[in-house]
C-alpha cells in the first residue's frame, strides 16, 4: 500500500507541473506538458494493474499503461527536438513517419491485447508484490525494442547538441542525459526481474525526472548559465568594472581593473581608497546621484584617457542604495588627440544619450574661442595655432574644477562644463586661465582668448541648448571685440551709418560705452551684454534706408518726411533678420523707439512688453541726443538732459532704467538733474496731475516677473523672451519640440471662459486685458495678468498677437499687481474693490471677497492660520426690539472691536447677517498657549461691547487651526463652523478650539 501511495502522489506531481508548463505557452512547454499528463496516465494505469484481482480489467489497464509509455516516449522525443533545435527527431522524415506508424501499430496490438493475448499474458501470484507477473511474447518484445529506439534517438539528439555547443552551455543538455539514462537503468533492472512479482520503480522516476527537466529548463539552468556567463564577461571586458557593497566594500570586478590602478585587485579594496588610487576627488562626488568624469591614466608606458561613470544602485522601491558601480571606458578614440579633450562627435553623442542627469546644478558652461587664430595660423603656422589651442587647453583644465567636463566643438571651439558652480566664479576662472597662458606659452608671440557663458540653473534645461547659448554669446564678444576677424562686419557697420547720417559720427561709440556701463551697473549677463553692445552699433541702421535730405534736414519735418523717417525702425528690423549675425537684436532694434506709456512706434507697446534692451537704449540714445548737436538744434545742458530724463520716468522710459541711468551720470559728473552739484537726486516717480497725489511709500513698490512672447495666427508659440521659463516653466527649446500654443498655457477647466472672454475683450478694442490661471509646465497654476493684443508682422506680413504676462501669484494686493504704466486700470480695480468686495455696512470683505482672500492666503506654508467664526447670540431679538439702525450700529462696533483686538495679524469679513469671520496668520513656531488666549481675550472683548448695547447679548466663537499641509478654505471653514455651533450649545458666549 505504501508504493501505491508514492505513485498517487507522483500523479498528482504531475499533474502540477503540466500546469506549469503549460503556462509558457511554447511548443517546448506544451511538449513537457504532455510528458507530465503521460507520466500521471501511467502512474494511475499501473496502480490499477497492480492492484485489481479480475483478470480482465487488470489486463485493460496493463495495456493502456503500455500505451502511455510509448506516449510518454514520443512526447519527450518532441520536448527534446524542440530543446535542441532540431527539425526531426530522428534526423529523417521518412524515418520518422516509420516510427508513427509503429506506434499506431503497436497502440492497435495492446489495445487488442486483453481479449486475444498476442503480445503479453499475465500470471496470477499472491506472493509477489505485485498480484500479477508478465509473461511476454515476440509483439511485447518489439515493443520494448521500439520504447529503448525512442530512448535512444532522445539520447542522440542531447549528445549531439552537446558536442556542437561552447564547454559553458552543455550542463543544461547533460542534466537531462544523466536522469534519462538512470531511468533507463532502473527499468532495466525491472525487466530482468519482471517474472518475479516486483513493482516497477521506474514509474516514480518517470516524476522526479518530469519535475527535474521542468526546474532546470525554466529555472535553475537559466540562472546558472546566466551567473557563469557574468562571470566570464567580468573575467573577458577590457572596460574595468567594479561593484561596491553598500558598506563600501568590493563585491565584483572585472580583471582588467588592474590596469587602471596598476596592480593586482586586493579583495578587502574600500571605495575610498579606489576613488584615492584613480585620483578622483571624492568631496565632488554626490554618491547619491549618477556621475560621469574623464580622468587620464597611464597604462603599460602609454597614457590613456577613461570615461568613468558612476551609478548608485538602488532597490526595487528607489530608496536605499545597496551598491556603488564604477564603469571605466576607454575614451582614447573619442578625445581630440590635440587638446585630451572630448571631441565634438563624442560630446554631442553624450548629449544626446545622458543629457544634463549626471550633472549637480547650478552648472556653469563656458565657451572659449582663440583671438584671431586663423591670422595666427596665416602667419605663424598650423603648428604655432596648434601649440596656442593646447596651451589653453591645459590651462583650462588646470583650472576648472576637478570634476568638471571638457570638449573641444567646432573649429578651436574649447568648452568646460562645471557642476555646483554658479556664474560668480566666472571672473575669478577666467583671470586664472590667462595668468597660466601667460606664463606656460613658448610661444614667439602673445595671444588671448574671447570666452561666453551660460548658467544652468534649472534641472529641466538642456545641455545643448545651454552650449549654443554660451557659444552665441561667444560669437557676440568677438564681434564687439577690436582684435577679431569678426568686427570687420561690426566696422563696416558703422562706417556705412556714419556716411549715410552725419548725426551718427561718435554717437556710436558713446552710447556703445553708457549701455556697457549702464548693462554691468544693473547686473545684466555676459550674453545681454553683447547683445546691448551689438544694439547701439546698429541701432539705427534702418536709417540706410531713409533719404539723406531727411535725416540731415536743418528745420522741422512734415508729417510726410516724419513718418518717413519713423519707418527706419521696421526698416532696420528687416536688415537684422537677413543675417545670422543680427537676427537676435532684431526686435530690439524694432522696438526702440517705443514709450513706456505706450504712445511710441511702430507697435505702441508698454512698459515690461517693451524689450528690455530697447528700453535701455531709449534711455541712453535719448540722453546722447540731447547733449550732442544736430542740425536741428544745439545741444543741452547735462543737468538740462538730466532733468528732461527724469521728468519723463515712467512715462516715456522705464522708471527704473533712468533712475539707474541718472545715478550713473551723477556718480561720473556730479551733477543733480536741476543742475546742482554734489546733491542727492530726486525721485523720478513724480505723479503727474491727473494721478492720485498721495505720495508713495517704499514698501508699497516690488518689482513683478514680466514675459512677452508672440503667437502665431493658429496661436501657437513663436517667440519668447528669457523671462518665459521663469514664469511658465517650458524653455525656449520646449516651445519648438511640444509646438507650445496659448491653450497650453491654461488650465482644461478654464479654456472655454478663457477663449470666449479673450475674443470677446480683442473683438471690441483690440486688447484683452484679463487675470487668470496659468499652468506651469510641473502641471501648477499661478495666478497672472495677461494683456493681449494684435499687430500687424511686416517682415512676415501676418497678423501676429503679443502676449504680455506677468506673475501676480507672490504679490500681496491686487493694487501692488497693476501695472504702473495702466493707471485708469488701477482706479477701476480700486473702485471695484468698494463696490465688490466690501461689505457696504462694516466696511471690511464681503462673504465672497474672504473666501477669495483667505484661500489666497493659506497658500503661505511658512504661517499657521486659524480662522474665527464668529456670531452675535441673540441679535435678532434686539433688532426687532430697537430697530434696524439700531442693528447696524452694533454691527459696525463689533467689526470695529474685532479689528482692533485681533489687529493686522487677520483678514476679516462679514460672512452675512450678524455673523463675521478672521483669518489669522501666525509664525510656524507660535505656542498653542498664545493662540488661546488670543482667541479667549477677542471673546471677552467682543462679549463686553455686545453687553454695552444690551445685557442680552453675548457672543460666540468656533475657532480652527488648519491642518498641516492643508490649503483648504472649504475645509477650514467647515472646521470652524462646527466649532461655532459647538460652542453656542454650551450655552453661548464662549468659545471652542479646535485643532
Known amino acids: 500500500m505504501g508504493y501505491t501511495t508514492i505513485l498517487k502522489i507522483a500523479a498528482l506531481i504531475d499533474i502540477f507541473f503540466m500546469i506549469l508548463s503549460l503556462k509558457s505557452r511554447t511548443r517546448r512547454s506544451s511538449a513537457l506538458a504532455a510528458c507530465g499528463f503521460f507520466a500521471a496516465f501511467i502512474a494511475v494505469t499501473y496502480i490499477r494493474s497492480a492492484t485489481l484481482?479480475?483478470?480482465?480489467?487488470?489486463?485493460?489497464?496493463a495495456s493502456l499503461y503500455f500505451i502511455g509509455i510509448d506516449l510518454l516516449l514520443v512526447s519527450l522525443c518532441a520536448y527534446v527536438m524542440y530543446y535542441t533545435d532540431q527539425q526531426t527527431i530522428s534526423g529523417s522524415h521518412v524515418a520518422d513517419s516509420l516510427l508513427k506508424l509503429y506506434l499506431a501499430i503497436d497502440i492497435m496490438?495492446?489495445?487488442?491485447?486483453?481479449?486475444?493475448?498476442?503480445?503479453?499474458?499475465?500470471?496470477?501470484?499472491?506472493?509477489?508484490?505485485?498480484?500479477?507477473?508478465?509473461?511476454?511474447?515476440?509483439?511485447?518484445?518489439?515493443?520494448?525494442?521500439?520504447?529503448?529506439?525512442?530512448?535512444?534517438?532522445?539520447?542522440?539528439?542531447?549528445?549531439?547538441?552537446?558536442?556542437?555547443?561552447?564547454?559553458?552551455?552543455?550542463?543544461?543538455?547533460?542534466?537531462?542525459?544523466?536522469?534519462?539514462?538512470?531511468?533507463?537503468?532502473?527499468?532495466?533492472?525491472?525487466?530482468?526481474?519482471?517474472?518475479?512479482?516486483?513493482?516497477?520503480?521506474?514509474i516514480l522516476l518517470y516524476t522526479f525526472v518530469l519535475a527535474y527537466i521542468y526546474l532546470f529548463d525554466f529555472h535553475i539552468i537559466k540562472r546558472a548559465t546566466k551567473n557563469r556567463a557574468r562571470e566570464l564577461m567580468l573575467e573577458k571586458m577590457s572596460s574595468p568594472i567594479l561593484l561596491f557593497d553598500n558598506?563600501?566594500?568590493?563585491?565584483?570586478?572585472?580583471?582588467?581593473?588592474?590596469?587602471?590602478?596598476?596592480?593586482?585587485?586586493?579583495?578587502?579594496?574600500t571605495m575610498e581608497s579606489f576613488i584615492r588610487k584613480v585620483h578622483l576627488e571624492k568631496e565632488h562626488f554626490d554618491f547619491a546621484s549618477e556621475r560621469s568624469v574623464i580622468i587620464y591614466r597611464t597604462v603599460n608606458g602609454t597614457r590613456k584617457v577613461y570615461r568613468c561613470d558612476y551609478k548608485p544602485l538602488r532597490d526595487s522601491a528607489a530608496k536605499s542604495i545597496f551598491g556603488y558601480l564604477f564603469v571605466f571606458t576607454d575614451s582614447s578614440l573619442d578625445v581630440d588627440p590635440l587638446t585630451e579633450f572630448v571631441s565634438r562627435t563624442r560630446f554631442y553623442k553624450w548629449t544626446a544619450v545622458e543629457n544634463d542627469r549626471v550633472y549637480l546644478l547650478p552648472a556653469l558652461v563656458i565657451a572659449y574661442d582663440i583671438n584671431e587664430m586663423s591670422l595666427i595660423n596665416r602667419q605663424h603656422g598650423h603648428d604655432q595655432g596648434d601649440q596656442a589651442l593646447r596651451t589653453l587647453a591645459n590651462a583650462i583644465r588646470a583650472t576648472m574644477p576637478p570634476d568638471s567636463y571638457f570638449a573641444r566643438l567646432n573649429d578651436a571651439i574649447l568648452l568646460s562644463i562645471s557642476p555646483r558652480v554658479d556664474s560668480s566664479h566666472i571672473d575669478e576662472y577666467i583671470d586664472t586661465i590667462r595668468d597660466r597662458v601667460k606664463k606656460s606659452?613658448?610661444?614667439?608671440?602673445?595671444?588671448?582668448?574671447?570666452?561666453?557663458?551660460?548658467?544652468?540653473?534649472?534641472?529641466?534645461?538642456?545641455?545643448?541648448?545651454?552650449?549654443?547659448?554660451?557659444?552665441?554669446?561667444l560669437y557676440l564678444k568677438k564681434m564687439m571685440d577690436n582684435r577679431s576677424l569678426h568686427a570687420s562686419l561690426r566696422n563696416l557697420?558703422?562706417?556705412?551709418?556714419?556716411?549715410?547720417?552725419?548725426s551718427t559720427d561718435g554717437h556710436i561709440e558713446r552710447t556703445h560705452n553708457l549701455c556697457m556701463r549702464l548693462g554691468r551697473r544693473l547686473g545684466y549677463s555676459e550674453r545681454q551684454l553683447s547683445e546691448l553692445a551689438l544694439l547701439c552699433l546698429t541701432l539705427d541702421i534702418g536709417k540706410l534706408g531713409i533719404p539723406p535730405e531727411i535725416l540731415n534736414k536743418p528745420g522741422k519735418l512734415t508729417d510726410q518726411e516724419w513718418e518717413i523717417l519713423k519707418s527706419h525702425t521696421e526698416k532696420g528690423y528687416r536688415i537684422a533678420k537677413a543675417s545670422k549675425e543680427l537676427s537676435i537684436i532684431a526686435d530690439c532694434i524694432l522696438h526702440h523707439h517705443e514709450r513706456w506709456d505706450g504712445k511710441g512706434y511702430p507697435d505702441g507697446l508698454k512698459a515690461e512688453a517693451i524689450p528690455l534692451l530697447s528700453r535701455v537704449v531709449a534711455v541712453i540714445d535719448a540722453y546722447d541726443a540731447m547733449i550732442n548737436d544736430r542740425p536741428y538744434r544745439k545741444k543741452l545742458p547735462v543737468c538740462q538732459a538730466l532733468e528732461e530724463i527724469r521728468r519723463n520716468a515712467g512715462v516715456q522710459f522705464d522708471p527704473t532704467i533712468a533712475t539707474e541711468f541718472i545715478k550713473m551720470i551723477q556718480e561720473q559728473t556730479g551733477i543733480a538733474p536741476d543742475g546742482s552739484s554734489n546733491e542727492f537726486i530726486k525721485p523720478i516717480l513724480t505723479l503727474r496731475a491727473d494721478e492720485d497725489s498721495r505720495a508713495l511709500e517704499n514698501e508699497n513698490l516690488h518689482l513683478l516677473h514680466f514675459s512677452r512672447y508672440v503667437l502665431d495666427e493658429n496661436d501657437h508659440i513663436l517667440s519668447a523672451d528669457e523671462n518665459f521659463e521663469m514664469i511658465t516653466g517650458y524653455s525656449r527649446n520646449d516651445i519648438v519640440e511640444m509646438k507650445l500654443c496659448q491653450l497650453d498655457l491654461i488650465p482644461p477647466e478654464d479654456r472655454d471662459r478663457y477663449t470666449a472672454l479673450a475674443a470677446r475683450t480683442v473683438s471690441s478694442n483690440g486688447y484683452a486685458y484679463i487675470e487668470h490661471r496659468l499652468r506651469r509646465k510641473d502641471n501648477t497654476n499661478i495666478n497672472i495678468f495677461c494683456?493681449?493684443?494684435?499687430?500687424?508682422?511686416?517682415?512676415?506680413?501676418?497678423?501676429?498677437?503679443?502676449?504680455?504676462?506677468?506673475?501676480?501669484?507672490?504679490?500681496?494686493?491686487?493694487?501692488?499687481?497693476v501695472d504702473k504704466g495702466l493707471v485708469s486700470m488701477k482706479r477701476s480695480l480700486t473702485a471695484y474693490e468698494s463696490l465688490a468686495r466690501k461689505d457696504s455696512l462694516t466696511g471690511i470683505l464681503n462673504n465672497s471677497a474672504f473666501a477669495n482672500d483667505a484661500q489666497e492666503k493659506l497658500y503661505e506654508e511658512e504661517k499657521v492660520h486659524i480662522l474665527l467664526?464668529?456670531?452675535?447670540?441673540?441679535?435678532?431679538?434686539?433688532?426687532?426690539?430697537?430697530?434696524?439702525?439700531?442693528?447696524?450700529?452694533?454691527?459696525?462696533?463689533?467689526?470695529?472691536?474685532?479689528?482692533?483686538?485681533?489687529?493686522?495679524?487677520?483678514?476679516?469679513?462679514?460672512?452675512?447677517?450678524?455673523?463675521?469671520?478672521?483669518?489669522?496668520?501666525?509664525?510656524?513656531?507660535?505656542?498653542?498657549t498664545v493662540i488661546e488666549e488670543l482667541i479667549s481675550n477677542a471673546t471677552n472683548v467682543l462679549c463686553d461691547s455686545a453687553k454695552s448695547f444690551s445685557p442680552t447679548l453675548s457672543v460666540s466663537i468656533g475657532a480652527k487651526i488648519n491642518e498641516s499641509g492643508s490649503t483648504s478654505f472649504s475645509a477650514i471653514y467647515r472646521g470652524a463652523d462646527i466649532a461655532l455651533y459647538e460652542a453656542k450649545q454650551n450655552g453661548k458666549g464662549h468659545y471652542i478650539l479646535k485643532n
Open 53 to 61: 484481482t479480475d483478470y480482465l480489467p487488470m489486463s485493460i489497464m
Open 109 to 202: 496490438i495492446l489495445l487488442f491485447n486483453p481479449f486475444k493475448e498476442i503480445a503479453i499474458s499475465y500470471i496470477y501470484d499472491e506472493r509477489g508484490m505485485s498480484l500479477w507477473r508478465y509473461s511476454p511474447k515476440l509483439l511485447y518484445d518489439l515493443h520494448i525494442i521500439y520504447s529503448y529506439i525512442l530512448i535512444a534517438l532522445i539520447l542522440v539528439m542531447l549528445i549531439r547538441k552537446t558536442v556542437n555547443v561552447p564547454r559553458i552551455f552543455r550542463i543544461k543538455y547533460l542534466v537531462i542525459i544523466y536522469g534519462i539514462l538512470i531511468i533507463v537503468a532502473v527499468n532495466g533492472v525491472f525487466l530482468l526481474f519482471q517474472t518475479s512479482g516486483f513493482y516497477d520503480v521506474s
Open 247 to 269: 558598506e563600501e566594500k568590493l563585491l565584483v570586478y572585472s580583471n582588467s581593473v588592474k590596469d587602471i590602478i596598476d596592480q593586482d585587485i586586493d579583495q578587502n579594496l
Open 441 to 473: 606659452s613658448t610661444l614667439p608671440f602673445k595671444f588671448d582668448f574671447a570666452y561666453g557663458s551660460y548658467q544652468i540653473g534649472s534641472a529641466e534645461e538642456k545641455i545643448t541648448a545651454a552650449v549654443d547659448t554660451a557659444i552665441s554669446a
Open 493 to 502: 557697420l558703422v562706417q556705412i551709418q556714419q556716411e549715410c547720417d552725419s
Open 787 to 817: 494683456l493681449g493684443r494684435r499687430f500687424y508682422d511686416s517682415a512676415a506680413r501676418k497678423m501676429r498677437n503679443a502676449i504680455f504676462i506677468t506673475d501676480i501669484s507672490q504679490s500681496k494686493t491686487i493694487q501692488r499687481l
Open 869 to 928: 467664526m464668529i456670531d452675535l447670540d441673540n441679535f435678532k431679538s434686539y433688532n426687532d426690539a430697537y430697530g434696524h439702525p439700531a442693528g447696524d450700529e452694533l454691527l459696525k462696533s463689533i467689526s470695529i472691536k474685532l479689528q482692533e483686538t485681533i489687529g493686522d495679524v487677520g483678514i476679516y469679513g462679514r460672512m452675512g447677517g450678524d455673523e463675521f469671520a478672521v483669518l489669522i496668520s501666525l509664525e510656524k513656531d507660535t505656542d498653542l
